[in-house]
């Protein structure tokens, strides 16, 4: 079948059920996800429940009910389908839609994946967004959650805007008011909310020499173009804000500064998506930033309060979230500094560190995508964690970067080969991925990654 059909049989298959639970993913994709097939089931009279987990494995399988409900799994499901039938679950009363890679069983699930069709940049709210458009044309209006979605997931990282399926969906939005898309933005995070001295000093995708991790020489490249970076009442503007006089200026400064260091520029761009009708100079505003809210809810174990704002929550539910996304970036930057000041381990091909119990197991991958910039670009990094549930286990993380992955590096495959060597396993995507591992493995583990992750660069020496 095509993706078409897939999405067509979905939503015809969802129709036919009085009763449905979610079991949906904690992050920014995952709760997108959830958002938008519970909004659709709410406007198509379908009672629903929802059931968040971080992960599905056999811990968290008890929280999968046994009742007669159809069960629907977002962004996740399609590598842990020996889990659901080891569950119970028949084909009758599962669906899952998911962008992961897939892993057969001897039941033949209902399942909506964009990955077997060669969509590989497009998350699980955008397929997800898809089955809704077929339960009704009405839910055009869920498309921002896609891409919040889509966004959040990094899909939109590697081209500098969204691709495929994924893009028209954004196409979709902006068609019907919903989104606004700037084609060449300055590719830089934290547009909306951000003083832009601030937001070019954290920017390393590309790097800036002088300014990236350089908060005064970002603030003097500023001040020599003679730019006004303040209000007359003293407070700092943001990228959005400054005319487009300015930000031409601004750009043009910026590939000079790329280009003499002898980098190229070309990655300075990037395709923007705003929500027009949110309030300016705040994370909803953006995106990027709004599935960075959604994240941080995810990651601190309250993903229901970022379903609450995707639904609309203006007042106590985004009171909450930004103090949690505030807690969230404090906690990330003193993960970074434990990185960077404790120092990691290169192997010939990775870099790696073990935290221990220091950090939650949510945040470390965001700390290792952080840290690389400040580290050695060329080699991804691995971060291990303790899970606090369970001492037998670890947690891993891995990161690179555009580049690295453009040379044939796939960190997804790696983990998946090595974690199941050790009786664990993994998932993700080519520039980040994540395992659990026996802890008596690692050791082996992390050798045994370094030893694949050479073997992908093979063919191209």
């Known amino acids: 079948m095509s993706l078409c059909d897939e999405t067509r049989a979905a939503a015809k298959e969802i129709a036919a059920h009085p009763k449905v639970t979610i079991i949906a993913h904690i992050d920014a994709d995952g709760i997108a996800s959830e958002s938008i097939i519970s909004q659709a089931l709410s406007r198509a009279g379908i009672e629903h429940a929802t059931i968040f987990v971080r992960q599905l494995e056999p811990m968290t399988m008890h929280q999968v009910p046994k009742d007669d409900s159809f069960k629907i799994f977002c962004d996740l499901g399609a590598g842990q389908q020996n889990l659901i039938d080891e569950h119970g679950l028949s084909e009758e009363e599962v669906l899952i839609l998911d962008h992961h890679v897939s ?32 339960m009704d044309p009405g839910n055009v209006d869920l498309s921002r959650l896609a891409v919040i979605g889509n966004v959040g997931d990094m899909m939109a990282r590697e081209d500098c805007r969204l691709v495929g399926p994924a893009r028209d969906i954004a196409l979709q939005g902006a068609g019907a008011g919903h989104i606004e898309i700037i084609p060449r933005d300055l590719n830089c995070y934290g547009t909306s909310t951000r003083p832009l001295y601030v937001c070019l000093a954290y ?54 500064q790329i280009i003499s260091s002898g980098e190229r520029a070309d990655r300075l761009f990037a395709e923007s998506y705003l929500f027009p009708d949110e309030a300016a ?44 996304l505030t807690n969230h970036r404090t906690v990330i930057r003193e993960l970074l500094e434990y990185i960077l000041n404790t120092g990691v ?34 080699k991804p990094i691995m971060v291990m964690v303790e899970q606090p549930e369970d001492p037998t286990l670890t947690k891993v993380s891995m990161r690179t970067t555009e580049r690295v992955v453009a040379g044939g590096i796939d960190l997804q495959r790696a983990l998946i080969a090595a974690s199941a060597e050790v009786g664990g396993a993994g998932g993700g995507h080519r520039i980040a991925a994540g395992a659990y591992i026996p802890k008596e493995s690692e050791e082996y583990f992390v050798n045994r990654v370094n030893q694949l992750i050479g073997e992908q660069y093979a063919p191209e020496s």
């Open 203 to 256: 920017n390393d995708d590309p790097f800036i020499p002088g300014i990236t991790n350089n908060v005064n020489g970002a603030l003097r490249f500023l001040q020599r173009l003679g730019i006004e970076i303040q209000t007359p009442d003293k407070r700092w503007l943001v990228w959005e804000e400054l005319p487009p006089e300015d930000k031409r200026l601004v750009t043009s400064g910026l590939v000079q």
């Open 103 to 134: 892993q057969p069983v001897g039941r033949e699930y209902l399942q909506v994946n964009c990955l077997p069709h060669g969509f590989t940049r497009m998350s699980a709210a955008g397929v997800v967004f898809l089955v809704a458009m077929e």
């Open 345 to 378: 381990r290169e192997l010939s091909h990775i870099q790696f560190i073990h935290v221990g119990n220091r950090y939650p197991d949510t945040i470390v991958g965001i700390g290792a995508g952080m840290a690389l910039s400040r580290l050695n670009i060329h």
């Open 281 to 324: 100079r705040t994370p909803l505003r953006n995106a990027q930033e709004f599935a960075t809210l959604l994240n941080a809810c995810g990651r601190w174990t309250r993903p229901r309060v970022g379903g609450a704002i995707c639904r609309g929550d203006r007042g106590a539910a985004y009171r909450e979230a930004e103090h949690m």
